[in-house]
């Protein structure tokens, strides 16, 4: 029954190595988020897909890719990791933002990723 | 740009009834959010103002000001599992679909 979901959770590699991380949502929303939290606890978009398609791309370096193979999932691929991108990462859905009904974003567990 | 800011820390004791504030400077605003995170979890929704006034949800309510671009999260009847990082969050009404997210405000109840 889980809604939002990710794997994996904890996440230990070494710098200049390639990860993914995955998320899948059961809710039927169309719109999908990446949200990197550091170790200050901010909290800030990466990512959003709404119904498989990119609609927002914030200032994050191209070594991250986001990729949306059906509106349900939305994974996130990272290249040469280095030390900086240490944080915890979390996927969201919600339905579209500024619907009057709904604003909630549903998000997963996060995941810890630690690059040493 | 947008930007949110809130106190970083407020302390307060069980029982008692607690106000965190938010002020915002963005451009398109929709509405506000306000969104519990306890260590170690997911950050989860608890209230969203479309519109100036007090919405209240049990034991939470939240407020907004458009004029004063301000709202607050009032907590009432603490409990220690109230403990928790608390974050404003705001709608912007343009092409983006995402939350632009305050630094948090941690709640720490005492007995």
């Not at chain 1, 999932?73 to 030390?83: A, W």
Request: hydrophobic share 30%; charged share 20%.
């Amino acid at each position: 029954d889980t809604a939002v979901s990710q794997t994996p959770k904890y996440l230990v590699t070494q710098m200049g190595n390639d990860k993914s991380i995955k998320c899948e949502q059961n809710l039927g929303h169309d719109t999908m988020y990446w949200y990197k939290q550091d170790s200050k606890k901010f909290l800030k978009i990466m990512f959003s897909y709404n119904n498989k398609e990119l609609i927002i791309n914030e200032t994050v370096p191209n070594r991250f890719s986001p990729k949306s193979p059906d509106k349900a999932h939305l994974n996130l691929h990272i290249n040469s990791l280095e030390l900086g991108d240490s944080a915890v990462y979390f996927c969201a859905s919600s339905h579209p933002l500024g619907a009057e009904t709904y604003n909630e974003q549903f998000f997963g567990p996060g995941t810890r990723l630690t690059v040493l | 740009g947008q930007s949110l800011e809130q106190p970083s820390e407020v302390t307060a004791v069980e029982g008692a009834i607690v106000q965190i504030n938010c002020t915002y400077q963005t451009s398109g605003f929709y509405g506000l959010s306000w969104y519990q995170q306890h260590d170690g979890g997911a950050p989860t929704f608890l209230s969203y103002n479309a519109l100036d006034g007090l919405e209240e949800t049990g034991r939470f309510s939240s407020f907004l000001s458009r004029s004063d671009s301000y709202g607050y999260l009032l907590l009432q009847e603490l409990q220690m599992k109230d403990s928790a990082s608390y974050f404003c969050a705001a709608c912007i009404r343009t092409g983006r679909r995402a939350l632009t997210f305050g630094s948090g405000t941690r709640l720490q109840v005492q007995p």
